[in-house]
Nanobody
Framework: QVQLVESGGGSVQAGGSQRLSCAASGRYIRINNMAWYRQAPETQREFVALIEYNGVTNYQDSVKGRFTISTNDAKNTVYLQMNSLDVGDTAVYSC??????????????WGQGTQVTVSS
């Protein structure tokens, strides 16, 4: 089973930057992809960005050009560099890792979430 530990987040003024990290540990055969989601108050969780094992990335339209998702060389830590933040980016950000468990099946693990608050 994979455990995820997130770090980063906090408060920032509009136009500022923040970097989130999510480190995976535990037993798995391979991580297939890693992603970030966010949930603002009274809204549904929404997809933000994803990076595949081969490095291919995908972003929600509203963050393209502002956010960058990446991993470390070991591909067990995912980062989300967020630039030009605006108040609409305020949310709890959670990482999600899709991986192959030792038993052979594919499953997901979720981080605990970290608050990002952007003030004007």
């Amino acid at each position: 089973q994979v455990q995820l530990v997130e770090s980063g987040g906090g408060s920032v003024q509009a136009g500022g930057s923040q970097r989130l990290s999510c480190a995976a540990s535990g037993r798995y055969i391979r991580i297939n992809n890693m992603a970030w989601y966010r949930q603002a108050p009274e809204t549904q969780r929404e997809f933000v960005a994803l990076i595949e094992y081969n490095g291919v990335t995908n972003y929600q339209d509203s963050v393209k050009g502002r956010f960058t998702i990446s991993t470390n060389d070991a591909k067990n830590t995912v980062y989300l560099q967020m630039n030009s933040l605006d108040v609409g980016d305020t949310a709890v950000y959670s990482c999600r890792v899709n991986y192959i468990a030792p038993q052979g099946w594919t499953t997901n693990a979720w981080g605990q979430g970290t608050q990002v608050t952007v003030s004007s």
